[in-house]
């Protein structure tokens, strides 16, 4: 028997074959979006991935202890890009939120995702645990969580900015913070809704109302949801099978290829498709919380946490969208709605918990 050679056995293969497997399927969705083409997204989503994937697998190989002592300096830097979205980005749809990098749109915004975890968690890893139920443990995530927070709110993009404080309250909590503090405040944060409501923009209130009564106005804000459930709904147990969908066809679903595209593949693939793409997502959450839960180090526990949940929050609310379980607020499918920005925020993810992992593995080595 031909000896494996070590460099291929530290290949997370399993997790290519899983990452591959649902951005293959959002692939097939794409191409038939297009009406049977390839071009304008399916090609080049593909070879995004590729490339996305190729630099996850950088990543996975870097010592932990960089993220960590850049945790800071990355924090900073994405924040002097959003700061950067407000003077120099262009707007599209409405909203400003991307910079014009010449091979791709970027939109800082969503790096910070992933930058405020790495922030949050190396500061309660060197927290002292005693300083835990202290003011001193809450106020400088506030301010880390709130900064950045406004800037999205400014450009606007509520979805992505409720993402980020998602992500640093989840860090703030598995790093033992109170929990009466988070109870409080969701308690205050509930009696304050209709003030807040009032600081929404116009279309943003409107999203709201009618994601109360999506029938209120069915060929106008709540077109969306509409024809987001016909789809869905049409798409029955096996759907009506591939390149067969007339509401992304006939132009009915709009952004049938970006927010709305779990509504194109189930009326293409049904119940089935939708089913095989939940596994898809299980087995990829299951995976990094197993990295959580086994980090031997107090960063990479709160790291791997705080990344999980942010790919769930990706993946919960876009669903919960698409099906009117939520308003639109524009939060993209991971790893299966085309674009750039959050493809690159999710394969930076998987690539940290990559190597968390195998920080994991080369300490158990140790031991053994």
Avoid at 324 to 339: E, H, M, N, Q, T
Wanted: a positive charge; one cysteine or more; proline letters at 5%.
């Amino acid at each position: 028997m031909i000896p494996v050679p070590p460099a291929v056995q530290r290949i997370p293969w399993k997790l290519i074959a899983l990452l591959s497997a649902i951005t293959g399927f959002g692939l097939l969705v794409l191409y038939s979006a297009a009406g049977g083409n390839w071009s304008p997204w399916a090609l080049q989503q593909g070879v995004r991935f590729a490339a996305f994937l190729t630099l996850a697998l950088i990543i996975g190989r870097f010592p932990i202890r960089i993220f960590e002592d850049f945790a800071y300096l990355g924090y900073i830097g994405v924040l002097i890009l959003l700061i950067a979205v407000e003077l120099l980005g262009f707007v599209g749809g409405g909203s400003q939120r991307w910079l014009n990098l010449g091979f791709m749109n970027l939109q800082p915004s969503e790096l910070m995702k992933v930058a405020i975890v790495l922030a949050l968690a190396r500061f309660y890893a060197q927290l002292p645990p005693g300083n835990t139920r202290t003011w001193t443990a809450l106020w400088p995530a506030l301010v880390a969580i709130g900064f950045p927070a406004a800037l999205v709110m400014l450009q606007p993009d509520l979805g992505t900015a409720l993402a980020i404080c998602i992500g640093g309250v989840i860090v703030m909590f598995c790093a033992g913070l109170p929990f009466w503090w988070f109870g409080s405040t969701a308690a205050a944060g509930l009696a304050a809704l209709p003030v807040l409501f009032s600081f929404l923009h116009d279309y943003q209130q409107k999203r709201v109302l009618i994601f109360l009564d999506p029938e209120s106005d069915p060929l106008g804000a709540g077109y969306h949801i509409s024809q987001s459930k016909i789809a869905i709904g049409s798409g029955g147990i096996g759907g009506k099978g591939f390149l067969n969908g007339s509401q992304s066809h006939l132009d009915y679903l709009p952004e049938g290829h970006t927010d709305f595209i779990f509504a194109t593949m189930a009326e293409e693939w049904g119940l089935i498709g939708g089913l095989g793409l939940l596994l898809g997502f299980f087995l990829l959450l299951r995976w990094s919380t197993r990295v959580a839960l086994k980090a031997r180090t107090r960063f990479g526990q709160l790291t791997a946490a705080g990344l999980t949940m942010t790919i769930f929050f990706y993946i919960a609310i876009n669903l919960m969208m698409v099906m009117g379980l939520a308003p639109v607020v524009g939060i993209p499918l991971p790893l299966f709605s085309y674009g750039g920005s959050s493809m690159l925020t999710i394969m930076t993810c998987v690539g940290i918990i990559l190597a968390i992992e195998n920080d994991s593995k080369k300490q158990s080595s140790r031991l053994s």
